[in-house]
Protein backbone atom coordinates (compact mmCIF):
# COMPACT_ATOMS: atom_id res chain seq x y z
CA UNK A 1 0.00 0.00 0.00
CA UNK A 2 1.45 3.16 -1.18
CA UNK A 3 1.48 6.27 0.85
CA UNK A 4 0.31 10.04 -0.21
CA UNK A 5 0.79 13.16 1.15
CA UNK A 6 3.82 13.74 -1.18
CA UNK A 7 6.14 11.57 0.92
CA UNK A 8 8.39 8.79 -0.86
CA UNK A 9 7.15 5.15 -0.99
CA UNK A 10 10.83 4.08 0.45
CA UNK A 11 10.30 7.04 3.71
CA UNK A 12 7.27 5.77 4.27
CA UNK A 13 8.38 2.30 4.10
CA UNK A 14 10.98 3.11 6.87
CA UNK A 15 8.92 4.84 9.19
CA UNK A 16 6.61 1.79 9.71
CA UNK A 17 9.47 -0.59 9.62
CA UNK A 18 10.54 1.65 12.26
CA UNK A 19 7.18 1.79 14.05
CA UNK A 20 6.90 -2.26 13.54
CA UNK A 21 10.27 -3.12 15.44
CA UNK A 22 9.28 -0.69 18.22
CA UNK A 23 5.68 -1.92 18.83
CA UNK A 24 7.36 -5.53 18.54
CA UNK A 25 9.76 -4.74 21.77
CA UNK A 26 6.77 -3.49 23.45
CA UNK A 27 4.81 -6.93 23.14
CA UNK A 28 8.22 -8.63 24.15
CA UNK A 29 7.92 -6.60 27.32
CA UNK A 30 4.90 -8.00 28.05
CA UNK A 31 5.43 -11.33 27.38
CA UNK A 32 8.95 -11.75 29.12
CA UNK A 33 8.18 -9.80 32.17
CA UNK A 34 4.96 -11.40 32.96
CA UNK A 35 7.25 -14.94 32.64
CA UNK A 36 10.03 -13.68 34.71
CA UNK A 37 7.95 -11.82 37.73
CA UNK A 38 7.92 -15.10 39.71
CA UNK A 39 11.73 -15.71 39.39
CA UNK A 40 11.98 -12.17 40.59
CA UNK A 41 9.80 -12.49 43.41
CA UNK A 42 12.13 -15.80 44.64
CA UNK A 43 15.39 -14.00 44.15
CA UNK A 44 14.49 -10.37 45.88
CA UNK A 45 11.93 -12.22 48.53
CA UNK A 46 9.08 -10.18 47.41
CA UNK A 47 5.31 -10.48 47.85
CA UNK A 48 2.37 -10.71 45.60
CA UNK A 49 1.47 -6.83 46.99
CA UNK A 50 4.78 -6.30 45.45
CA UNK A 51 4.94 -8.31 42.49
CA UNK A 52 1.65 -6.54 41.55
CA UNK A 53 2.81 -3.17 42.51
CA UNK A 54 5.89 -3.81 39.83
CA UNK A 55 3.80 -5.12 37.22
CA UNK A 56 1.18 -2.29 37.46
CA UNK A 57 3.89 0.54 37.12
CA UNK A 58 3.73 -0.63 33.10
CA UNK A 59 0.68 0.00 33.08
CA UNK A 60 0.54 3.25 34.56
CA UNK A 61 3.67 4.95 32.84
CA UNK A 62 1.91 3.71 29.73
CA UNK A 63 -1.21 5.89 29.62
CA UNK A 64 0.89 8.88 31.34
CA UNK A 65 3.27 8.81 28.00
CA UNK A 66 0.47 8.86 25.85
CA UNK A 67 -0.90 11.58 27.27
CA UNK A 68 2.83 13.21 27.27
CA UNK A 69 3.26 12.43 23.40
CA UNK A 70 -0.23 13.06 22.72
CA UNK A 71 0.26 16.68 23.96
CA UNK A 72 3.72 17.17 22.91
CA UNK A 73 3.50 15.63 19.16
CA UNK A 74 2.99 18.66 17.35
CA UNK A 75 5.62 20.24 18.92
CA UNK A 76 8.24 18.17 19.42
CA UNK A 77 7.58 15.49 16.00
CA UNK A 78 7.03 11.82 15.81
CA UNK A 79 10.98 10.78 15.57
CA UNK A 80 11.79 13.49 18.75
CA UNK A 81 9.11 10.72 20.68
CA UNK A 82 10.56 7.51 19.23
CA UNK A 83 13.39 8.43 20.22
CA UNK A 84 12.45 9.07 23.70
CA UNK A 85 10.85 5.86 23.61
CA UNK A 86 14.36 4.53 22.56
CA UNK A 87 16.04 6.01 25.61
CA UNK A 88 12.81 4.52 28.02
CA UNK A 89 13.30 0.72 26.67
CA UNK A 90 17.07 1.01 26.49
CA UNK A 91 17.53 2.58 30.46
CA UNK A 92 13.92 0.53 31.93
CA UNK A 93 15.95 -3.01 30.67
CA UNK A 94 19.48 -2.10 31.26
CA UNK A 95 17.70 -1.11 35.08
CA UNK A 96 15.74 -4.08 35.02
CA UNK A 97 18.52 -6.15 34.80
CA UNK A 98 21.00 -4.44 37.34
CA UNK A 99 18.12 -3.95 39.76
CA UNK A 100 19.09 -4.74 43.48
CA UNK A 101 15.28 -5.36 44.78
CA UNK A 102 12.09 -4.08 44.94
CA UNK A 103 12.31 0.09 43.94
CA UNK A 104 15.08 -0.71 41.53
CA UNK A 105 12.32 -2.83 39.59
CA UNK A 106 9.52 -0.04 40.57
CA UNK A 107 11.86 2.39 38.82
CA UNK A 108 12.84 0.05 35.70
CA UNK A 109 9.19 -1.20 34.85
CA UNK A 110 7.51 2.12 35.25
CA UNK A 111 10.17 3.40 32.53
CA UNK A 112 9.50 0.21 30.24
CA UNK A 113 5.81 1.24 30.50
CA UNK A 114 6.46 4.68 29.85
CA UNK A 115 8.85 3.85 26.42
CA UNK A 116 5.87 1.43 25.56
CA UNK A 117 2.91 4.40 25.34
CA UNK A 118 5.59 6.65 23.66
CA UNK A 119 5.23 4.35 21.18
CA UNK A 120 1.63 4.38 21.01
CA UNK A 121 1.79 8.00 20.89
CA UNK A 122 4.68 8.55 18.47
CA UNK A 123 3.99 5.33 15.85
CA UNK A 124 0.08 6.21 15.52
CA UNK A 125 -0.49 9.52 14.30
CA UNK A 126 2.61 9.08 12.11
CA UNK A 127 0.82 5.93 10.28
CA UNK A 128 -2.55 7.67 10.23
CA UNK A 129 -0.53 10.60 7.96
CA UNK A 130 1.11 8.36 5.91
CA UNK A 131 -1.85 6.31 4.86
CA UNK A 132 -4.48 8.90 4.74
CA UNK A 133 -6.70 6.92 2.63
CA UNK A 134 -6.21 3.60 4.54
CA UNK A 135 -5.86 4.80 7.85
CA UNK A 136 -7.57 2.04 9.81
CA UNK A 137 -6.01 -0.89 7.59
CA UNK A 138 -2.27 0.47 7.92
CA UNK A 139 -3.26 1.07 12.07
CA UNK A 140 -4.35 -2.62 11.86
CA UNK A 141 -1.38 -4.09 9.78
CA UNK A 142 1.12 -1.80 11.85
CA UNK A 143 -0.90 -3.98 14.99
CA UNK A 144 -0.07 -6.97 13.86
CA UNK A 145 3.40 -6.48 16.12
CA UNK A 146 1.70 -6.69 19.61
CA UNK A 147 0.15 -10.35 19.29
CA UNK A 148 3.58 -10.82 17.16
CA UNK A 149 5.63 -9.43 19.61
CA UNK A 150 4.03 -11.57 22.50
CA UNK A 151 4.66 -14.80 19.81
CA UNK A 152 8.21 -14.06 20.13
CA UNK A 153 8.79 -12.93 23.25
CA UNK A 154 7.10 -16.02 24.54
CA UNK A 155 9.21 -18.42 22.29
CA UNK A 156 12.37 -16.63 22.93
CA UNK A 157 11.50 -16.94 27.21
CA UNK A 158 10.55 -20.51 26.80
CA UNK A 159 13.53 -21.71 25.14
CA UNK A 160 15.71 -19.53 27.09
CA UNK A 161 14.16 -21.37 30.48
CA UNK A 162 14.92 -24.03 28.74
CA UNK A 163 18.62 -23.91 28.03
CA UNK A 164 18.77 -22.76 31.50
CA UNK A 165 19.64 -19.09 31.22
CA UNK A 166 18.43 -16.50 34.04
CA UNK A 167 15.65 -13.95 33.63
CA UNK A 168 18.78 -11.76 33.22
CA UNK A 169 19.44 -12.76 29.53
CA UNK A 170 15.95 -13.04 28.71
CA UNK A 171 15.12 -9.23 29.54
CA UNK A 172 19.06 -8.63 27.51
CA UNK A 173 17.25 -10.48 24.19
CA UNK A 174 14.46 -7.04 24.32
CA UNK A 175 17.70 -5.16 24.08
CA UNK A 176 18.63 -6.82 20.36
CA UNK A 177 15.07 -5.30 18.73
CA UNK A 178 15.58 -1.85 20.75
CA UNK A 179 18.62 -0.84 19.19
CA UNK A 180 17.55 -1.97 15.81
CA UNK A 181 15.21 0.76 15.83
CA UNK A 182 17.47 3.30 17.29
CA UNK A 183 20.10 2.62 14.19
CA UNK A 184 17.34 2.84 12.20
CA UNK A 185 16.63 6.15 13.22
CA UNK A 186 20.10 7.66 12.85
CA UNK A 187 20.51 10.35 9.79
CA UNK A 188 17.02 10.00 9.44
CA UNK A 189 14.30 12.80 8.54
CA UNK A 190 10.70 11.27 9.43
CA UNK A 191 8.07 12.88 6.74
CA UNK A 192 6.57 16.38 7.68
CA UNK A 193 3.01 17.19 9.20
CA UNK A 194 -0.02 17.76 8.02
CA UNK A 195 -0.55 21.84 8.76
CA UNK A 196 -4.67 20.99 8.99
CA UNK A 197 -4.11 19.02 12.40
CA UNK A 198 -0.99 19.96 13.73
CA UNK A 199 -2.27 22.36 16.12
CA UNK A 200 -2.26 21.21 19.62
CA UNK A 201 -5.11 24.07 20.76
CA UNK A 202 -7.36 22.74 17.77
CA UNK A 203 -6.78 19.45 19.00
CA UNK A 204 -7.70 20.07 22.31
CA UNK A 205 -11.10 22.13 21.10
CA UNK A 206 -12.04 18.98 18.65
CA UNK A 207 -11.83 16.61 21.75
CA UNK A 208 -15.45 18.36 22.21
CA UNK A 209 -17.06 15.99 19.92
CA UNK A 210 -19.79 13.78 20.57
CA UNK A 211 -18.36 11.07 18.05
CA UNK A 212 -15.19 11.55 19.86
CA UNK A 213 -16.60 10.98 23.33
CA UNK A 214 -18.70 7.68 22.18
CA UNK A 215 -15.66 6.32 20.78
CA UNK A 216 -13.71 6.93 24.34
CA UNK A 217 -16.41 5.71 26.32
CA UNK A 218 -16.76 2.55 23.88
CA UNK A 219 -12.76 2.24 23.85
CA UNK A 220 -12.52 1.63 27.60
CA UNK A 221 -15.21 -1.48 27.52
CA UNK A 222 -13.35 -2.94 24.16
CA UNK A 223 -9.96 -2.77 26.33
CA UNK A 224 -11.45 -4.82 29.22
CA UNK A 225 -13.21 -7.07 26.52
CA UNK A 226 -9.97 -7.40 24.78
CA UNK A 227 -7.92 -7.35 27.76
CA UNK A 228 -9.76 -8.26 31.06
CA UNK A 229 -10.53 -12.21 30.27
CA UNK A 230 -7.19 -13.10 29.35
CA UNK A 231 -5.51 -14.47 32.38
CA UNK A 232 -9.35 -16.55 33.32
CA UNK A 233 -9.55 -17.36 29.77
CA UNK A 234 -5.99 -19.43 30.10
CA UNK A 235 -7.47 -20.86 33.57
CA UNK A 236 -10.34 -22.27 32.33
CA UNK A 237 -8.30 -23.42 29.24
CA UNK A 238 -5.56 -25.02 31.25
CA UNK A 239 -8.47 -26.74 33.75
CA UNK A 240 -9.58 -28.48 30.72
CA UNK A 241 -6.35 -29.44 29.76
CA UNK A 242 -5.38 -27.30 26.85
CA UNK A 243 -1.28 -26.30 27.01
CA UNK A 244 -0.74 -22.87 27.76
CA UNK A 245 1.34 -22.12 24.90
CA UNK A 246 -0.73 -23.62 22.52
CA UNK A 247 -3.38 -21.29 23.60
CA UNK A 248 -1.30 -18.30 23.57
CA UNK A 249 -0.04 -19.23 19.97
CA UNK A 250 -3.58 -19.50 18.94
CA UNK A 251 -5.15 -16.70 20.29
CA UNK A 252 -1.84 -14.17 19.31
CA UNK A 253 -1.76 -16.41 15.91
CA UNK A 254 -5.18 -15.40 14.74
CA UNK A 255 -5.27 -11.74 16.08
CA UNK A 256 -1.74 -11.17 14.06
CA UNK A 257 -2.66 -12.72 10.79
CA UNK A 258 -6.76 -11.27 11.18
CA UNK A 259 -5.07 -8.38 11.50
CA UNK A 260 -2.32 -7.82 8.92
CA UNK A 261 -5.56 -8.98 6.24
CA UNK A 262 -7.55 -6.39 8.07
CA UNK A 263 -7.88 -3.70 4.83
CA UNK A 264 -10.12 -6.01 2.65
CA UNK A 265 -12.62 -6.53 5.79
CA UNK A 266 -12.76 -2.76 6.91
CA UNK A 267 -13.17 -1.50 3.01
CA UNK A 268 -15.55 -4.26 2.86
CA UNK A 269 -17.74 -3.92 6.12
CA UNK A 270 -16.72 -0.27 7.51
CA UNK A 271 -14.69 0.57 10.49
CA UNK A 272 -18.13 0.47 12.59
CA UNK A 273 -19.46 -2.65 10.91
CA UNK A 274 -15.99 -4.37 11.65
CA UNK A 275 -16.21 -3.38 15.24
CA UNK A 276 -20.03 -4.19 15.35
CA UNK A 277 -18.85 -8.19 14.02
CA UNK A 278 -16.11 -7.99 16.53
CA UNK A 279 -18.48 -7.33 19.71
CA UNK A 280 -21.02 -9.82 17.96
CA UNK A 281 -17.87 -12.57 18.72
CA UNK A 282 -16.35 -11.56 21.48
CA UNK A 283 -19.98 -12.11 23.06
CA UNK A 284 -20.20 -15.33 21.70
CA UNK A 285 -16.64 -16.82 22.49
CA UNK A 286 -17.25 -15.32 26.22
CA UNK A 287 -20.83 -17.65 26.24
CA UNK A 288 -19.51 -20.62 24.71
CA UNK A 289 -16.37 -20.06 27.11
CA UNK A 290 -18.74 -20.36 30.24
CA UNK A 291 -20.85 -23.53 28.40
CA UNK A 292 -18.25 -25.64 26.74
CA UNK A 293 -15.72 -28.06 28.34
CA UNK A 294 -12.61 -30.25 27.11
CA UNK A 295 -11.41 -29.99 23.69
CA UNK A 296 -14.04 -27.74 22.57
CA UNK A 297 -12.73 -24.85 24.56
CA UNK A 298 -10.43 -23.90 22.03
CA UNK A 299 -13.21 -23.36 19.58
CA UNK A 300 -14.92 -21.13 22.21
CA UNK A 301 -10.96 -19.55 22.40
CA UNK A 302 -10.75 -18.90 18.35
CA UNK A 303 -14.56 -17.28 18.31
CA UNK A 304 -13.32 -15.16 21.41
CA UNK A 305 -9.97 -14.26 19.56
CA UNK A 306 -11.34 -13.39 16.28
CA UNK A 307 -14.01 -11.09 18.12
CA UNK A 308 -11.48 -8.82 19.99
CA UNK A 309 -8.03 -8.90 16.80
CA UNK A 310 -9.67 -5.87 15.46
CA UNK A 311 -11.01 -3.88 18.77
CA UNK A 312 -7.93 -1.78 19.43
CA UNK A 313 -6.45 -0.84 15.79
CA UNK A 314 -9.65 0.00 14.64
CA UNK A 315 -10.67 2.27 17.38
CA UNK A 316 -7.79 4.13 17.34
CA UNK A 317 -8.32 3.91 13.13
CA UNK A 318 -12.19 4.98 13.65
CA UNK A 319 -10.38 8.03 15.96
CA UNK A 320 -8.13 9.21 13.11
CA UNK A 321 -11.18 8.50 10.07
CA UNK A 322 -14.38 10.08 12.17
CA UNK A 323 -12.71 12.99 14.11
CA UNK A 324 -9.75 14.15 12.24
CA UNK A 325 -8.86 17.41 13.99
CA UNK A 326 -8.13 15.76 17.00
CA UNK A 327 -4.72 14.90 15.43
CA UNK A 328 -2.26 12.83 17.46
CA UNK A 329 -3.64 14.46 20.45
CA UNK A 330 -7.00 12.56 20.13
CA UNK A 331 -5.70 9.00 18.70
CA UNK A 332 -2.92 8.85 22.46
CA UNK A 333 -5.91 10.02 24.68
CA UNK A 334 -8.10 7.34 22.66
CA UNK A 335 -5.46 4.47 23.89
CA UNK A 336 -4.65 5.93 27.21
CA UNK A 337 -8.47 5.85 27.82
CA UNK A 338 -8.46 1.80 27.21
CA UNK A 339 -5.62 1.26 29.47
CA UNK A 340 -6.67 3.45 31.92
CA UNK A 341 -9.78 1.43 31.80
CA UNK A 342 -7.71 -1.80 32.68
CA UNK A 343 -5.97 -0.04 35.47
CA UNK A 344 -9.94 0.74 37.18
CA UNK A 345 -10.91 -2.78 35.96
CA UNK A 346 -8.45 -5.07 37.32
CA UNK A 347 -8.90 -5.10 41.15
CA UNK A 348 -12.78 -5.29 40.24
CA UNK A 349 -12.04 -8.61 38.38
CA UNK A 350 -10.23 -9.86 40.69
CA UNK A 351 -12.54 -9.35 43.32
CA UNK A 352 -15.25 -11.45 41.67
CA UNK A 353 -12.66 -14.17 41.09
CA UNK A 354 -12.12 -14.36 44.71
CA UNK A 355 -16.03 -14.55 45.82
CA UNK A 356 -16.76 -17.35 42.75
CA UNK A 357 -13.56 -19.03 44.24
CA UNK A 358 -15.26 -19.11 47.85
CA UNK A 359 -18.42 -19.96 46.42
CA UNK A 360 -16.84 -22.51 44.24
CA UNK A 361 -15.09 -23.16 47.60
CA UNK A 362 -17.94 -23.80 49.62
CA UNK A 363 -19.46 -26.09 47.25
CA UNK A 364 -16.96 -28.74 47.76
CA UNK A 365 -15.31 -27.96 44.13
CA UNK A 366 -11.05 -28.45 44.26
CA UNK A 367 -8.10 -28.53 41.96
CA UNK A 368 -9.24 -28.14 38.11
CA UNK A 369 -13.04 -28.12 39.16
CA UNK A 370 -12.47 -25.31 40.84
CA UNK A 371 -10.26 -23.31 38.59
CA UNK A 372 -13.24 -23.96 35.74
CA UNK A 373 -15.67 -23.09 38.36
CA UNK A 374 -14.46 -19.49 39.42
CA UNK A 375 -12.70 -18.30 35.54
CA UNK A 376 -16.31 -19.08 34.02
CA UNK A 377 -17.82 -17.01 36.78
CA UNK A 378 -15.95 -14.20 35.81
CA UNK A 379 -16.57 -14.25 32.32
CA UNK A 380 -20.17 -14.42 33.05
CA UNK A 381 -19.88 -11.20 34.79
CA UNK A 382 -17.09 -9.76 31.69
CA UNK A 383 -19.63 -10.95 29.10
CA UNK A 384 -21.42 -7.37 30.02
CA UNK A 385 -18.82 -5.42 28.47
CA UNK A 386 -19.40 -6.81 24.43
CA UNK A 387 -23.17 -7.26 24.91
CA UNK A 388 -23.31 -3.44 25.43
CA UNK A 389 -21.07 -2.65 22.90
CA UNK A 390 -23.13 -4.76 20.27
CA UNK A 391 -26.13 -2.27 20.91
CA UNK A 392 -23.42 1.38 20.77
CA UNK A 393 -21.78 -0.01 17.60
CA UNK A 394 -24.53 -1.09 16.00
CA UNK A 395 -25.68 2.51 16.46
CA UNK A 396 -23.07 4.02 15.65
CA UNK A 397 -22.66 1.78 12.68
CA UNK A 398 -26.22 2.97 11.66
CA UNK A 399 -25.47 6.94 12.40
CA UNK A 400 -22.37 6.51 9.79
CA UNK A 401 -24.56 5.04 7.19
CA UNK A 402 -27.11 7.39 7.55
CA UNK A 403 -24.54 10.30 7.43
CA UNK A 404 -22.75 8.85 4.64
CA UNK A 405 -26.08 8.49 2.88
CA UNK A 406 -26.79 12.18 3.61
CA UNK A 407 -23.16 13.27 2.55
CA UNK A 408 -22.99 11.36 -0.58
CA UNK A 409 -26.79 12.58 -1.81
CA UNK A 410 -25.78 16.21 -1.54
Known amino acids: MSATNNISDKDAKRVFRISCIALIVTAMTFAIRAGILPELGQKYGLSGEELGWIASMAFLGFPLAMMFGGILYNAIGPKLIVWLAFIGHALGLILTIIADGFWGLMISTFLVGFANGLVEAGCNPIIAQLYPDNKTAMLNRFHVWFPGGIVIGS ?8 LGLGWEAQVATMLVPTAIYGVMMLGFTF ?5 EVDSTSGNLKALINPIYIFLAVCMTMTAVSEFGPGQWINKILEASGATPMLILALITGIMALGRYYAGPLVHKLSPPGVLLVSAVLASLGLFLMTQLSGTAVYFAAVVFALGITYFWPTMIGCTAEYT ?9 LMGGAGMFAMGIWNPI ?9 KEATAAGLSGNELALASGQAALNNLIMFPLVLIVLFAGFYWFMRKSNSAAASH
Open 324 to 332: PKTGALGMS
Open 191 to 195: PKLES
Open 349 to 357: IGGWIDSAT
Open 155 to 162: LVSAAMAK
